[in-house]
């Protein structure tokens, strides 16, 4: 004789709601990831040159700014070297209408003595008539040689770009520019004030209250030198990180505020980006090809 099986309709319930549960509970953690990682649409100029994305903080001051560029493969640069631009937008109605945070590599920068080197350096330059500043102009106080790079306007794998901005308030006091390599060797570092002391800069002395405004939005461009200069790199990759202490949405368009485009250009492509909002974005960067965009 066959034996009888015994099921028990509870049990079949609750492992049918257990199982419908879970499932549930990761169409849920899907969509939530999803939703997380939904990526900014790109500028109608594309993720080039000197088109990047805007960060933004809904029209208020971006706080604990820092900006980090990290070469995760040498950059072979033509005779120009490369910027790294900080451009920053002001409040609508600032008296600063453009604020510009850079560091760079010059392979084969002149000095005074006549001799030729590669640097590294950083200034700042705002656009605030009638009080305009360049701590970059003749004679920059802020470069320093490198010494023991790979090969001829090479920069090497692991060398980073720091730019961490100084608060009054909410209003930018200074900036913090470091430039460092992988094995500590090359290490330099620079605090520039807004505004700047004049010594040792350029220019005459101009009152904090003339030229001190928050940021309110970015982009981070990897470009030429300066004066329109073209960049053409031969070979580079990296990534760039970006961290405030408040979170920050990416946005394609310049939003309400203040500020422009550079002028400067290279052959650099910048990865696509969640739309956010995080305190935290990593972004990649590399060489597009021979020919600038």
């Given at each position: 004789?066959?034996?009888?099986?015994?099921?028990?309709?509870?049990?079949?319930?609750?492992?049918?709601?257990?199982?419908?549960?879970?499932?549930?509970?990761?169409?849920l953690v899907a969509?939530?990831?999803?939703?997380?990682?939904?990526?900014?649409?790109?500028?109608?100029?594309?993720?080039?040159?000197?088109?990047?994305?805007?960060?933004?903080?809904?029209?208020?001051?971006?706080?604990?700014?820092?900006?980090?560029?990290?070469?995760?493969?040498?950059?072979?640069?033509?005779?120009?070297?490369?910027?790294?631009?900080?451009?920053?937008?002001?409040?609508?109605?600032?008296?600063?209408?453009?604020?510009?945070?850079?560091?760079?590599?010059?392979?084969?920068?002149?000095?005074?003595?006549?001799?030729?080197?590669?640097?590294?350096?950083?200034?700042?330059?705002?656009?605030?008539?009638?009080?305009s500043f360049n701590?970059?102009?003749?004679?920059?106080?802020?470069?320093?040689?490198?010494?023991?790079?790979?090969?001829?306007?090479?920069?090497?794998?692991?060398?980073?770009?720091?730019?961490?901005?100084?608060?009054?308030?909410?209003?930018?006091?200074?900036?913090?520019?470091?430039?460092?390599?992988?094995?500590?060797?090359?290490?330099?570092?620079?605090?520039?004030?807004?505004?700047?002391?004049?010594?040792?800069?350029?220019?005459?002395?101009?009152?904090?209250?003339?030229?001190?405004?928050?940021?309110?939005?970015?982009?981070?461009?990897?470009?030429?030198?300066?004066?329109?200069?073209?960049?053409?790199?031969?070979?580079?990759?990296?990534?760039?990180?970006?961290?405030?202490?408040?979170?920050?949405?990416?946005?394609?368009?310049?939003?309400?505020?203040?500020?422009?485009?550079?002028?400067?250009?290279?052959?650099?492509?910048?990865?696509?980006?969640?739309?956010?909002?995080?305190?935290?974005?990593?972004?990649?960067?590399?060489?597009?090809?021979?020919?600038?965009?």
């Open positions: 004789m066959q034996k009888s099986r015994h099921v028990n309709p509870g049990l079949i319930c609750r492992a049918g709601l257990s199982a419908g549960a879970l499932l549930l509970g990761s169409a969509a939530n990831l999803t939703v997380a990682q939904e990526m900014a649409p790109p500028p109608g100029a594309g993720l080039k040159s000197n088109h990047n994305y805007y960060l933004y903080n809904d029209g208020k001051p971006i706080p604990g700014l820092v900006v980090t560029v990290e070469l995760t493969q040498a950059v072979v640069c033509d005779d120009v070297g490369f910027h790294v631009q900080l451009n920053a937008n002001s409040p609508v109605g600032s008296p600063v209408h453009w604020q510009q945070y850079v560091m760079g590599f010059h392979p084969d920068y002149k000095a005074g003595s006549g001799s030729v080197e590669p640097v590294v350096g950083a200034s700042i330059e705002y656009f605030a008539k009638p009080n701590t970059g102009a003749k004679n920059p106080p802020n470069i320093a040689p490198v010494h023991g790079l790979p090969g001829p306007r090479t920069l090497p794998a692991g060398a980073k770009f720091v730019i961490a901005m100084q608060y009054d308030g909410d209003d930018i006091s200074g900036a913090e520019f470091t430039y460092v390599q992988r094995d500590g060797k090359e290490r330099h570092s620079w605090t520039i004030p807004v505004p700047p002391p004049s010594p040792p800069y350029p220019g005459p002395a101009i009152a904090k209250s003339a030229v001190r405004t928050p940021i309110v939005a970015f982009q981070l461009d990897i470009v030429g030198r300066n004066s329109g200069d073209t960049a053409v790199m031969q070979s580079g990759e990296g990534k760039i990180v970006y961290t405030s202490s408040a979170p920050m949405t990416v946005v394609a368009k310049r939003p309400p505020s203040q500020g422009e485009i550079t002028a400067e250009k290279a052959n650099s492509a910048y990865g696509e980006l969640p739309v956010g909002p995080s305190q935290t974005f990593t972004q990649t960067f590399t060489v597009a090809n021979a020919t600038a965009n």
